[in-house]
């Protein structure tokens, strides 16, 4: 995988004024677009689509200290108004491009990423792998800001507003496996930019078949191949960091990459204040 990465950064590098074709790279480099964008912003800190807008701004510096017109350089880096370009010049630098042909800056440049592996072996991860036929995913949703660090605020919410009795009543709905309580992320941003917008679903899983209630909310999963991850101490720092070893230890070490699918959260066992828990991380996955 971490071939792949640099492969794409050069990628990137060579196509800062064409458009950049995600899709067609992964599939020459033997993966997809999401496994690549999701390993990139998980390694990288930052999503695809901001390195590149970042790096495209970096570049353009050098045109805009020169004597070309705005407008030609906008176009050249593909934007189609000198307002956008200066958007987004704006947004990197902190000054528009007037500005700094004025004045020379000040500049906030984006550097080329390289990856690397660094082996140190010291995380051992509790993984299993399991084949599941086609399931249904059933609970009450919300569109919910995404957010790496932390407790969510949001879904904290949200799953407070819910009354007690409608938690028992879907943990007696559980009839599939991953069995009980489940915090589930779908329609996640390729990218994992954060802020971006995801619907979170709390529920269960039941069989495929299974009616649904009228007031609950359905995610129907097709059947697949799951990597399961257990997390055990202080939550939800315990899991974050789980989650964050699947992409800089266990993917690159195995030959599974990300398929699309929604990321479930089975909560097995918990302190009364939820100040720890065991938990059991679903990522979908096919082979590389």
Same mark, same amino acid.
């Given at each position: 995988?971490?071939?792949?990465?640099?492969?794409?950064?050069?990628?990137?590098?060579?196509?800062?004024?064409?458009?950049?074709?995600?899709?067609?790279?992964?599939?020459?480099?033997?993966?997809?677009?999401?496994?690549?964008?999701?390993?990139?912003?998980?390694?990288?800190?930052?999503?695809?689509?901001?390195?590149?807008?970042?790096?495209?701004?970096?570049?353009?510096?050098?045109?805009?200290?020169?004597?070309?017109?705005?407008?030609?350089?906008?176009?050249?880096?593909?934007?189609?108004?000198?307002? !956008?370009? &200066?958007?987004?010049?704006?947004?990197? /630098? @902190? =000054?528009?491009?007037? +500005?700094?042909?004025?004045?020379?800056?000040? #500049?906030?440049?984006?550097?080329?990423?390289?990856?690397?592996?660094?082996?140190?072996?010291?995380?051992?991860?509790?993984?299993?792998?399991?084949?599941?036929?086609?399931?249904?995913?059933?609970?009450?949703?919300?569109?919910?800001?995404?957010?790496?660090?932390?407790?969510?605020?949001?879904?904290?919410?949200?799953?407070?507003?819910?009354?007690?009795?409608?938690?028992?009543?879907?943990?007696?709905?559980?009839?599939?496996?991953?069995?009980?309580?489940?915090?589930?992320?779908?329609?996640?941003?390729?990218?994992? !930019?954060? &802020?971006?917008?995801?619907?979170?679903? /709390? @529920? =269960?899983?039941?069989? +495929?078949?299974?009616?649904?209630?009228?007031? #609950?909310?359905?995610?129907?999963?097709?059947?697949?191949?799951?990597?399961?991850?257990?997390?055990?101490?202080?939550?939800?720092?315990?899991?974050?960091?789980?989650?964050?070893?699947?992409?800089?230890?266990?993917?690159?070490?195995?030959?599974?990459?990300?398929?699309?699918?929604?990321?479930?959260?089975?909560?097995?066992?918990?302190?009364?204040?939820?100040?720890?828990?065991?938990?059991?991380?679903?990522?979908?996955?096919?082979?590389?």
């Amino acid at each position: 995988m971490i071939a792949e990465l640099n492969r794409l950064v050069e990628y990137v590098e060579d196509h800062l004024t064409e458009e950049i074709d995600i899709a067609g790279l992964a599939s020459t480099l033997g993966t997809t677009e999401y496994h690549l964008r999701r390993m990139f912003s998980s390694l990288a800190g930052l999503p695809l689509s901001e390195y590149v807008r970042r790096r495209r701004m970096s570049v353009a510096v050098a045109d805009v200290l020169g004597d070309g017109e705005l407008l030609s350089i906008a176009v050249t880096y593909g934007y189609g108004s000198t307002e !956008a370009f &200066g958007r987004a010049f704006r947004s990197v /630098h @902190g =000054v528009g491009p007037g +500005d700094v042909r004025r004045n020379g800056g000040p #500049l906030q440049t984006q550097p080329t990423l390289r990856f690397r592996l660094t082996v140190e072996g010291n995380i051992t991860m509790d993984t299993r792998i399991i084949d599941r036929p086609a399931f249904r995913l059933i609970g009450h949703t919300a569109r919910v800001p995404l957010i790496h660090e932390g407790t969510n605020p949001h879904i904290q919410s949200f799953i407070t507003s819910l009354p007690a009795t409608e938690h028992a009543r879907l943990k007696e709905l559980s009839s599939a496996e991953p069995s009980g309580p489940l915090q589930v992320s779908a329609d996640v941003d390729p990218d994992y !930019a954060e &802020g971006t917008e995801l619907t979170y679903l /709390h @529920g =269960v899983a039941v069989a +495929d078949a299974t009616p649904v209630p009228a007031d #609950l909310e359905a995610i129907d999963v097709a059947a697949g191949t799951w990597a399961v991850f257990l997390s055990q101490g202080e939550y939800p720092a315990s899991l974050q960091s789980t989650w964050a070893a699947t992409a800089t230890d266990w993917f690159p070490s195995n030959p599974w990459r990300l398929r699309p699918g929604p990321s479930i959260v089975a909560v097995l066992d918990r302190a009364d204040d939820f100040a720890t828990a065991t938990t059991e991380l679903w990522l979908p996955i096919e082979r590389a």
